[in-house]
């Protein structure tokens, strides 16, 4: 994945966008089906739990049906580039105790993943306003910059590849 300039507020404000309409249209979608579904199925005095249920299922369903059939859309090139973001640093988060100690023994894939890991987290941290924990992130980034000027070689963020991950 190759990180990209991305406008913070014509992010933002899509992401608000997109948000409110999935709640929308999972609200809409759910009630619907639950209304018929009991219209249907349902007996009066008895619970319909379990048909709201399904009407709840069939919502997000129908939510996560259309967001595939629209990622590829220009309105969404922001939000799923940050969706993408978000999954790949967490493959990254999951496996990160087990590559640290390749870092400290100068593993150049090592070393990679977690340069993309850093610059990623900083990206992904700046659109959504969490600047909790920009400092620990700019403090690693930071060590890992002066790991990587004295082992002299040159990483960057176009040298980290998915399948990297698979050693660790």
Known sequence: MHLEDIDKSRYQQRFRIVFAAIVVVLTIVSLGTSTLLIALFGTPGESHFWLNVAGVVVGAAFVVLTLIKLRQHPYLREVVYVWDLKQRLNQIYRRQRRIEPFVE??????????????????????????????DAIALNLRALERRIKDLGITVTTDSYRREMLERF
Request: net charge negative; no cysteine; aromatic share 16%.
């Open 105 to 134: 023994d100068n593993d150049p894939d090592a070393i990679a993943i977690m340069f993309f890991f850093y610059r990623g987290s900083q990206q992904l941290y700046e659109l959504d306003d969490n600047t909790i924990t920009m």
